[in-house]
């Protein structure tokens, strides 16, 4: 049974960072790529950052580029995605997405897991 757990979400104010992560269980980690989607409330999802099973390549929503950066540690499972000079906009609840292919995806349809959520809330 495959499994995802976020952590690290939380509040802070614009201009600041928060590193998120994500540790997955029940399949073999290195073989797939990860996925980091966001949801704000009343919006439909949006991709945000992908990374390689092996983490050698990375693909980011242009919303993000520059300031978020997406990595991932197979030894310990777990993905991260770290976000800095957060804006307003950035409010969403986050989720780790696992997917069914070893290259990095912006399609949600390429994602066969997905974990709970974590919020994300940045005050201006």
């Known amino acids: 049974q495959v499994q995802l757990v976020e952590s690290g979400g939380g509040l802070v104010q614009a201009g600041g960072s928060l590193r998120l992560s994500c540790a997955a269980s029940?399949?073999?980690?290195?073989?797939?790529?990860m996925g980091w989607f966001r949801q704000a409330p009343g919006k439909e999802s949006e991709f945000v950052a992908s990374?390689?099973?092996?983490?050698?390549?990375?693909y980011y929503s242009d919303s993000v580029k520059g300031r978020f950066t997406i990595s991932r540690d197979n030894a310990k499972n777990t993905v991260y995605l770290q976000m800095n000079s957060l804006k307003p906009e950035d409010t969403a609840v986050y989720y780790c997405?696992?997917?069914?292919?070893?290259?990095?995806?912006?399609?949600?349809?390429?994602?066969?897991?997905w974990g709970q959520g974590t919020q994300v809330t940045v005050s201006s």
């Open positions: 990374i390689s099973g092996s983490g050698a390549g990375t």
């Open positions: 997405a696992s997917a069914s292919v070893a290259y990095t995806s912006a399609n949600h349809l390429q994602y066969a897991y």
């Open positions: 029940g399949r073999t980690f290195s073989r797939y790529a």
